[in-house]
């Protein structure tokens, strides 16, 4: 069992930056890969990034390859997701999500966090 938390969102303006975290209980968290999924109000939610269990592989989605970079922490049982040169339609909440075997931008993780707010004004 994988618990995730996610935090960092907030209200930032076009063009600033923001940095989520998600803190994992378990102490597989080291052997999960790790995703980022946003929803906009109406919207379906959508794969924004992931990193393989090692850290050494990453995949993004083209709206944010260039302005967002993910990382883990395994010693810290964290993975990041820093947003940077936001744009407000990067508004949404951003949920984390883990899985022992799934990588890639698929809403196959077995296991979300309750997401966090990331608001940005034009």
């Known amino acids: 069992q994988v618990r995730l938390v996610e935090s960092g969102g907030g209200l930032v303006q076009a063009g600033g930056s923001l940095r989520l975290s998600c803190a994992a209980s378990?102490?597989?968290?080291?052997?999960?890969?790790m995703g980022w999924f946003r929803q906009a109000p109406g919207k379906e939610r959508e794969f924004v990034a992931a990193i393989s269990w090692s850290g050494g592989s990453t995949y993004y989605a083209d709206s944010v390859k260039g302005r967002f970079t993910i990382s883990r922490d395994s010693g810290e049982n964290t993975v990041y997701l820093q947003l940077n040169s936001l744009k407000p339609e990067d508004t949404a909440v951003y949920y984390c999500?883990?899985?022992?075997?799934?990588?890639?931008?698929?809403?196959?993780?077995?296991?979300w966090g309750q997401g966090t707010q990331v608001t940005v004004s034009a």
């Open positions: 378990g102490r597989t968290f080291s052997r999960y890969a």
């Open positions: 999500a883990a899985d022992p075997a799934y990588y890639g931008p698929k809403t196959m993780y077995d296991y």
